[in-house]
């Protein structure tokens, strides 16, 4: 794991300074995700400079720096990753006598010889790994991009200027980019508004006005001679979700299956020559990834766990008694509210635009406390999405089930009278019934919500609304709309899915690389730790979707193959029980202890003299959350990420 950048200019653009003090610089505002060396490789007569600070897991030795050039000259690549199947790749070069003299041992040496070999997108399909690279070809004179299957490693770009003065950023984290003195690039609203709405910026946006992010799956290439930028996908996952399937295994045939692809995937991704271990919640993902790291390890492996002190939000106490089971060297850190607090004024710096979901802060102290004791932790991420965990899922069916027996156009009428009526109104009406749990939706709000579930007219209109923290974000940026969106209006293709697999199709390629797997990959690099995640191997990724949805989800119970080959190493009794996840109270924080932050960043004046959001709206959602009438703590909390980032980075 590491970090990289760079840039390309046209010859004959003047630099403001020049190019090895560039990115120098850019490589130092990313420093944090390669402690270990840095390096950089200018070519001032063509135009390319490529920079790379390192975290040393494989090949520990000089052998494996970057910038590296291939054996023939005519590659010089900076990769973050690490491709687990390089000694197999390695191998099969040496045997059919395509070998070079091998400096080391690295993966980065095996992939530049598989570019000389194989081209660059065939060797990019023969790997299994996760990578953000750039390669430029001295010969051909382009740079050359691609981005892992599954979107771990994040990889941002974007032209700065125009004609003749124009310069191509590329790197790992926007910071990088900003630092370039050639940076002029402005918030993008309509991405802001995207930002509300979902709680993080999503698909190939950014933050910033003509920046853009490499989407998973794809490679691009960008060329000095024809300026330009083609991109394309080498893995299509919504493709292979919606592809015919072929014959269906049995029960039996499927968990064996599936155990022994795991079992290969754990066994490449404990590939390291530093310190490793795992996060483990207890939950099936991550207990399934620690059970199958103990049975491959010949001594205890290092797990890590956070726990809280209110019993409804504690996983720990299930984590240790997984832990226990298995063998494995435990090690947990019990956090209370002012520990998760603490953590908020370095969220604009950990994740460099403006994110909010609000698990960030849990998942920055467990990231934390591994460090202190490995430099790779294996995660359980991507459970959820390929083997159909979230409750959404079902509940979305469940509804669209019933909404089917009614009259589309009377399903509408009656979600509308509900809308019609004030929430305040609702809450007097339901609450002497049913008593709002503290921290939670009042009656009202949550039944103003369902109403607008039940008004839709497919599952992709009715995911789009659960995956929405706020309903009509665009109103609250001035000059806001809601910008081109792969999910809104270029939909993957559908084939056979039914609900469940639909909702899954559309978060494994949205909300998992674009919340989930951002906000790993930024807690895990701010402190120098390499994440990485087993579900995510492409071959795992592929089967799951060749199974039939009832070995996914059977008799209302979700993940049910991955729980029978956990089964296998773990005692029912200690891992069946309700999901839980990383719950943070942001509700009752903003009406407690983040209040007078929160009312400083969220001030009338100060929103109307930024001139982004409209502070009436803003204004209203936040009487209304003190009144108590509303909880609109998550939609207050994303306003609340964007404006500490504003603060930071505004100039």
């Given at each position: ?13 003047p ?39 390192r ?10 720096h ?11 690549l ?19 006598g ?13 992939m ?8 660059f ?12 690279i ?8 382009k ?41 002029r ?31 998973p ?14 991109r ?30 795991l ?12 310190p ?10 991550s ?7 103990q ?77 202190q ?25 469940a ?48 039944l103003?919500?369902?109403a ?38 270029h ?28 906000k ?19 071959r ?41 996840g ?33 502070p009436?709206?803003v ?6 959350h ?24 505004a100039d």
């Amino acid at each position: 794991m590491c970090g990289i950048t760079g840039f390309l200019w046209p010859p004959g653009r003047p630099q403001v300074q020049d190019a090895p003090t560039c990115v120098q610089a850019m490589m130092s505002a990313i420093a944090h995700r390669g402690p270990d060396s840095q390096g950089h490789w200018v070519d001032e007569e063509v135009g390319v400079a490529l920079g790379h600070l390192r975290l040393a897991i494989v090949d520990l030795s000089p052998a494996g720096h970057q910038p590296m050039v291939s054996s023939t000259g005519r590659y010089q690549l900076v990769y973050n990753g690490e491709i687990y199947n390089h000694r197999a790749l390695r191998t099969e070069l040496e045997d059919t006598g395509k070998a070079p003299e091998w400096r080391g041992t690295s993966d980065t040496e095996v992939m530049l010889r598989g570019f000389e070999v194989w081209g660059f997108e065939e060797t990019i399909r023969r790997t299994q790994g996760m990578f953000a690279i750039a390669l430029w070809d001295r010969e051909e004179r382009k740079l050359l991009l691609a981005r892992d299957r599954l979107g771990e490693k994040p990889l941002y770009y974007g032209w700065q200027g125009t004609g003749k003065d124009a310069l191509f950023l590329f790197g790992s984290e926007l910071k990088a980019l900003r630092t370039h003195p050639a940076f002029r690039a402005e918030v993008r609203r309509d991405a802001l508004v995207a930002m509300l709405r979902h709680g993080h910026v999503p698909e190939d946006l950014t933050i910033y006005e003509g920046l853009m992010k490499l989407r998973p799956g794809e490679m691009a290439e960008v060329s000095l001679t024809a300026p330009g930028f083609a991109r394309k996908f080498y893995w299509n996952g919504g493709a292979i979700a919606a592809a015919p399937r072929g014959p269906v295994p049995t029960d039996a045939e499927a968990i064996n299956q599936l155990e022994a692809l795991l079992l290969d995937a754990v066994g490449n991704e404990m590939m390291s020559d530093v310190p490793l271990g795992a996060f483990l919640s207890g939950g099936i993902d991550s207990s399934t990834i620690v059970a199958l790291m103990q049975h491959l390890s010949n001594k205890p492996v290092h797990t890590f766990s956070i726990g809280f002190h209110e019993a409804r939000y504690n996983e720990a106490v299930f984590a240790a008694d997984v832990a226990k089971h298995l063998g494995t060297h435990h090690t947990e850190l019990y956090v209370g509210d002012t520990d998760l607090r603490d953590v908020i004024p370095r969220l604009p710096t950990i994740y460099d635009e403006p994110f909010a979901d609000s698990s960030q802060i849990p998942t920055f102290l467990i990231a934390e406390l591994a460090r202190q004791h490995v430099t790779v932790a294996l995660s359980g991420d991507g459970g959820d999405e390929l083997f159909g965990g979230y409750d959404r899922y079902q509940q979305g069916a469940a509804l669209l089930g019933k909404l089917a027996l009614m009259p589309s156009q009377l399903r509408r009428l009656g979600a509308g009278a509900v809308r019609a009526l004030p929430a305040t109104l609702l809450n007097q009406l339901i609450e002497p019934i049913r008593a709002t749990p503290q921290g939670k939706e009042p009656n009202g709000q949550r039944l103003h919500r369902l109403a607008n579930y039940a008004a839709s007219h497919n599952v992709d209109e009715l995911h789009r609304k659960m995956v929405s923290v706020w309903r009509f974000p665009e109103a609250a940026v001035i000059g806001g709309s809601n910008p081109p969106s792969i999910l809104a209006d270029h939909l993957p293709p559908r084939g056979d899915l039914g609900v469940i697999e639909r909702m899954m199709q559309l978060d494994m390629l949205a909300y998992m690389p674009d919340d989930i797997l951002t906000k790993v990959d930024r807690a895990t690099m701010a402190v120098a730790l390499e994440s990485r995640a087993p579900l995510l191997d492409h071959r795992v990724a592929e089967f799951a979707w060749g199974l039939p949805l009832h070995m996914k989800v059977r008799g209302g119970q979700s993940k049910w193959l991955l729980r029978q080959v956990l089964h296998r190493y773990v005692p029912r009794e200690l891992i069946e029980r309700p999901k839980m996840g990383f719950e943070v109270p942001i509700g009752l924080w903003l009406r407690g202890g983040l209040k007078d932050w929160a009312a400083a960043l969220l001030a009338p004046e100060r929103l109307a003299r930024e001139g982004y959001l409209d502070p009436v709206l803003v204004g209203q959602l936040w009487s209304q959350h003190q009144a108590g009438t509303h909880n609109w703590g998550h939609q207050l909390w994303n306003v609340l990420m964007f404006q500490s980032w504003l603060e930071m980075y505004a100039d």
